[in-house]
């Protein structure tokens, strides 16, 4: 399948996705000067900044601000990006250990092979069973057609393997290219091992540094990041080179295969497969790991920052149809955020508002500082327009922003706990999320699609009533229908995950207490502690006995979901003073994402 | 000479009192002491001598090559013809010659041309070995003498056997009456060579295959012998440059017999063992006589066959075996057919059954769902597309496109086949088959493109259910199509492999494509859109 000009269609989509993440942290870096000189070119902080310069006249108070703003970008974005990285680590973290165990027991068994030091130099094969000269393969699936999310993953594969004692090297498909042929790699492969770069690299020299004494009786691990990339011809000289040194350097491969099996199977002759004695491990899919960051980042609000249902709409999209790749979604994300910063005059509340503790001692001694014409702009928010009759104090925008805040918690409870019970649906937060952030007039007619009860208000026009028309069902209303037909097990669990979920909120959490309390009430002799472990035929005959009541219990989760999703899940874009907190500028993004049409 | 030769004596009394408890637990004895200076006498294999009988009864069916091996080889002294020893995978040649010097404790050079990759790796290992040099952090892992050319090496090779001999013939005149057990035997030194076949690659001007051919010649020492070791036949190598030619020695394919007492070597159980190959090994002979094959496809299914005992040193009677061929039989048939097995890790399988039985019960009522989840990679819906694009493309004339794509869709195509199919069946069949020979067609970008755009917009204007959502979503950005970034969807695709990037075409000049995918996957991906994939296939 290697075409000559592998090489040259090699690099392309690596160069361009990164080009734009690094050209940004670049831009970040640099300096301040860059930003501030765009807020300067943006119409919109144009404006902003002549307001407010028509007030102050003080060009000192500007920059002040506007340092303030770069600081909290710096600082929101290195939390996102710290919780990103979290996120993802956590989530490879049990593959990672099912493959350091794997590791551990293929070197054991080739240990168990037997040979002894001296022969392990000698340049004659000195196991002729074939079992034996088998290779352990790991073939990890990222099942992602883009690589450039895993760049990072097999990398922090290498270092969690090295921390448990392990030689690891990395190669990729650059080292596996026709050019340099089977000595680049193998050049690559002893500088990665022995720190010294060889003109006349052979795998003999890695045998005899394997004997040295520090290197013995450790596993030698060689991860191969994307096996589709590599030169078939270089991959199996590869393979049969160590196989025929196999035992003597107990070399372990790992390597990526984003799309099928059928991947080695195409690229790989058969006399080279049946060298591969393999095993197959699954990373999280893209949509796992998204729904996990839009979980930290977009729901949970770890930074504050958040985005319109626009903004979201336009990523949610990007990531379906045209790149897939979290890679451009954190790009997106980022750009986002760089772009609310230099735009919003007053995103710099952010960091104080979500970031520290007690963000009521800052307000007291802050907003008492604020210029006139801050709070003037503020209150002259399109969001806070909408019912203006409180006075314009610092008192009453302090007060605000934390009803904001409070608004939003109780907001992405909700959403986590439709997600939970979505999860039984195999829906996904982000669609879940999409449609959570629509912003909707009337919240009560809303709800009553939501529910799904047949009652179509025709007077209603809003964004939501449209967008719900259109697809008949929403996510929303699929997820309260889901509660509805849980089986009374998951209905247990799913209450259960509900009490953790709602600890913050406390209206809520007394209700699914209450519910609960209900559960364990009614079927109390059939429920017993370990109830995950209860076998099929069982719940199946207490379904028999307890149908009419689990069902009554069913519908009063489900109403309890509808409460929420009614009372509590209030879109950020239709609270007051969203704007600080919220970017919705979805032309910009895409002007910025795409390049300028 | 007498420099390499003080430290030697003292090596080998050390050396020979280590060479017994390397056997039982070597790794620890060797472990702790330092890699001691190599000796002369590394050059022979070490471990235990092997007698001539143990030799004939480990290798089952090649008592004629051994004994043929011997004689050629000849008694202690005495010079020889350079061998070649062919014969395909699997058969034997690199063990049986090295057991042979294992019994002979003679001294040899062994060099894979796999291993040594290159001409210069090849020259500098046997230089290695000859100069018993030993690569270490110390010397940089460096070798211990640099050639790259044929003629440096001949140089310092001949130089380097000189050595080599001189320390031989030293050690069997003094040493005759009392011998050290890893004492090299005779004055002779052979230098093998394997896997010459490789070799063939290595250039184009195939310099160095005669260049080994008439090492012989060149080096003239009678105390060197050469023994190549090549899967393909003499006649591969064309040997017309007037050197000696070297001894053919066939290893053929093993017979059924021969496979069965390999097999039978070492078994814990023989009876159940045998009763096993008595299920297997028929089957399997007729597809391989690869030793290698055979037994990496005997390991599993064995443990499968064994699996309803409960007690492994059983000894089956015929109503057991029966029971047990039943338990085997299902598991034959796949096992013919792969050789490259894939075993799960046991976690994820468990889920992913378990995944697959709550998905099989989710499947009537979300059917769209499903679907989606039948390709287990993720993919762009615009890559998708492209990829069914460029399959289509691949396959259908280009001819066709302009009635495929015209505004009244695939109905226009339906008939066509129709109208073929009432003609004859055995003409489109014909027809198929040379598809299938020709294999996928190529394209140049354009007609790529413009597939792609038709598709896609089809698919835009009637609005699957699913395209609503996103339009419903997408509210306010009116240009969220498909078109963006389709080189670089493209770029991810060949390297993905799905489409492959072939030479320019001579007569337009430009780069060509082709879809390497099979219709299986396409239509996968095909379902996952719910994109009509058989409406736009031309079929014969």
């Known amino acids: 399948m290697a075409t000559p000009d592998h090489a040259e269609n090699d690099l392309q989509p690596f160069f361009v996705l990164h080009k734009a993440l690094v050209q940004k942290s670049e831009r970040k870096s640099s300096g301040s000067r860059k930003i501030r000189r765009r807020i300067e070119l943006s119409p919109i902080s144009a404006k902003n900044a002549e307001k407010m310069e028509i007030g102050t006249g003080e060009e000192r108070d500007d920059h002040h601000y506007e340092h303030l703003r770069m600081e909290a970008f710096n600082f929101v974005w290195s939390k996102i990006e710290s919780t990103i990285k979290d996120v993802l680590r956590n989530i490879n973290l049990n593959v990672f250990n099912e493959i350091h165990r794997w590791v551990c027991e293929s070197f054991d068994a080739i240990k168990s092979c037997g040979t002894t030091l001296t022969k392990a130099t000698h340049s004659y094969p000195i196991v002729t069973d074939a079992t034996f000269r088998q290779l352990f393969t790991g073939l990890v699936f990222t099942k992602n057609m883009e690589f450039v999310d895993d760049l990072m993953t097999f990398e922090e594969l290498g270092l969690h393997l090295k921390s448990h004692g392990c030689h690891v090297a990395n190669l990729s498909s650059i080292d596996f290219s026709a050019n340099n042929g089977i000595g680049g790699c193998l050049r690559s492969l002893l500088r990665q091992f022995l720190m010294v770069t060889l003109d006349a690299a052979d795998i003999s020299i890695l045998a005899s540094w394997y004997s040295d004494q520090g290197n013995y009786n450790k596993p030698v691990v060689v991860i191969i990041d994307d096996m589709e990339r590599c030169c078939g011809s270089v991959l199996s000289d590869f393979i049969l080179m160590l196989s025929e040194w196999a035992v003597k350097v107990p070399v372990i491969l790992i390597m990526g295969v984003a799309t099928t099996l059928d991947a080695p199977r195409n690229i790989l002759p058969s006399n080279v497969l049946q060298h591969l004695h393999v095993s197959k491990f699954l990373l999280g899919s893209p949509s796992e790991r998204m729904d996990a960051i839009v979980e930290a980042v977009l729901v949970r609000l770890c930074s504050g920052f958040c985005v319109g249902y626009k903004v979201a709409a336009f990523m949610r999209n990007y990531f379906l149809r045209q790149d897939g790749t979290l890679t451009s979604f954190i790009r997106a994300l980022k750009i986002a955020c760089v772009e609310h910063f230099s735009s919003e005059p007053l995103s710099f509340m952010l960091k104080a508002l979500f970031v520290e503790e007690n963000s009521q001692g800052f307000w007291s001694e802050e907003h008492a500082l604020f210029p006139e014409e801050m709070l003037k702009y503020a209150f002259d928010l399109p969001s806070c327009r909408r019912n203006n009759t409180e006075e314009r104090t610092g008192e009453n925008l302090a007060h605000d922003l934390s009803e904001l805040k409070r608004l939003q918690k109780c907001w992405s409870t909700t959403v986590l706990c439709l997600y939970e019970a979505g999860k039984y649906n195999k829906i996904q937060l982000l669609d879940l999320f999409c449609e959570a952030v629509v912003p909707c007039l009337g919240n009560s007619t809303a709800s009553n699609h939501h529910l799904g009860s047949g009652i179509s208000s025709s007077s209603d026009h809003s964004i939501h009533h449209q967008y719900l028309i259109s697809e008949k069902c929403s996510f929303i209303c699929q997820a309260i229908r889901k509660v509805r037909d849980l089986p009374v097990v998951l209905l247990y669990q799913l209450l259960k995950s509900w009490e953790k979920l709602t600890e913050d909120v406390i209206e809520i959490h007394d209700k699914v207490k209450e519910l609960q309390s209900l559960l364990k009430f009614e079927n109390g002799k059939s429920l017993k502690q370990d109830l995950t472990n209860i076998p099929k035929r069982h719940t199946s005959r207490s379904h028999l006995n307890m149908d009419k009541d689990s069902k009554v219990l069913n519908e009063k989760a489900a109403r309890l979901m509808e409460t929420m999703v009614r009372d509590y899940m209030q879109p950020v874009e239709c609270i007051p003073f969203h704007e600080i907190v919220c970017f919705k500028n979805v032309d910009k993004l895409q002007s910025e994402s795409w390049g300028e049409d | ?540």
């Open chain 2, 1 to 540: 000479m007498g420099k390499e030769e003080s430290p030697q004596i003292t090596r080998r009394t050390t050396r020979s009192s280590s060479s017994t408890p390397i056997l039982k637990n070597g790794e620890e004895t060797t472990k702790t002491s330092e890699p001691h200076p190599l000796t002369i006498n590394d050059l022979v294999f070490g471990g235990e001598p092997i007698k001539l009988d143990e030799l004939l009864s480990s290798f089952p069916g090649r008592r004629i090559q051994i004994l043929e091996l011997m004689r050629l080889l000849g008694p202690l002294n005495s010079p020889m013809l350079p061998l070649f020893l062919y014969g395909g995978t699997s058969t034997g040649k690199t063990s049986i010659i090295l057991q042979i010097f294992r019994h002979l404790n003679r001294p040899f050079v062994y060099s894979s041309c796999l291993t040594c990759y290159s001409p210069r790796i090849l020259f500098e290992s046997i230089m290695n070995q000859l100069l018993l040099h030993r690569k270490n952090a110390d010397n940089g892992y460096a070798s211990a003498k640099r050639c790259e050319r044929p003629s440096d090496f001949v140089v310092s090779l001949r130089e380097a056997l000189t050595n080599v001999l001189n320390t031989l013939k030293e050690n069997s005149g003094k040493s005759s009456s009392r011998k050290p057990a890893g004492q090299a035997n005779g004055r002779m030194i052979y230098l093998i060579f394997d896997n010459l076949e490789l070799v063939r690659e290595w250039d184009k001007s195939s310099s160095i295959l005669p260049f080994l051919f008439e090492l012989y010649d060149i080096l003239n020492m009678p105390e060197v012998g050469l023994i190549f070791i090549s899967k393909v036949s003499p006649d591969a190598y064309y040997s017309d440059r007037g050197y000696v030619e070297p001894i053919p020695i066939l290893f053929p394919d093993y017979t059924e017999d021969s496979l069965r007492q390999i097999f039978m070597r070492n078994q814990a159980n023989p009876k159940l063992y045998s009763s096993f190959l008595d299920v297997v090994l028929r089957t399997f002979s007729r597809i391989t006589r690869r030793v290698d094959e055979l037994s990496t496809a005997f390991s599993p299914l064995f443990k499968k066959y064994c699996e309803p005992l409960s007690d492994p040193g059983l000894v089956p009677n015929e109503d057991m075996k029966r029971k047990l061929f039943s338990h085997l039989q299902p598991h034959l048939a796949p096992a013919l057919n792969e050789i490259f097995k894939v075993q799960s890790q046991p976690s994820p399988e468990v889920e992913a059954k378990q995944e697959k039985v709550k998905r099989k019960s989710n499947a009537n009522k979300l059917g769209g769902r499903e679907a989606f989840d039948e390709i287990d990679f993720h993919m762009s819906t615009s890559a998708k597309y492209l990829i069914i694009s460029a399959f289509l493309a691949s396959r259908n004339p280009a001819t066709l496109d302009a009635s495929l794509f015209d505004s009244t869709g695939g109905s226009d195509n339906r008939k066509r086949k129709r109208k073929s199919s009432e003609k004859s069946m055995e003409q489109k069949e014909t027809a198929e088959q040379e598809l299938l020979m020709k294999g996928p067609g190529t394209f140049p970008l354009e007609r790529l493109l413009a597939i792609f755009q038709c598709l896609t917009s089809v698919v835009e204007s009637s609005l699957g259910e699913d395209q609503q959502i996103n339009e419903g979503l997408g509210a306010g950005n009116g240009d969220s199509g498909l078109m963006s970034d389709v080189l670089l969807q493209l770029s991810s695709l060949c390297n993905a492999n799905f489409i492959s990037k072939g030479g320019s075409c001579p007569l337009e000049g430009s780069t060509r494509y082709r879809a390497t995918i099979s219709e299986d996957l396409a239509l996968k991906v095909a379902r996952s859109l719910k994109f009509p994939l058989s409406k736009y296939l031309y079929r014969g």
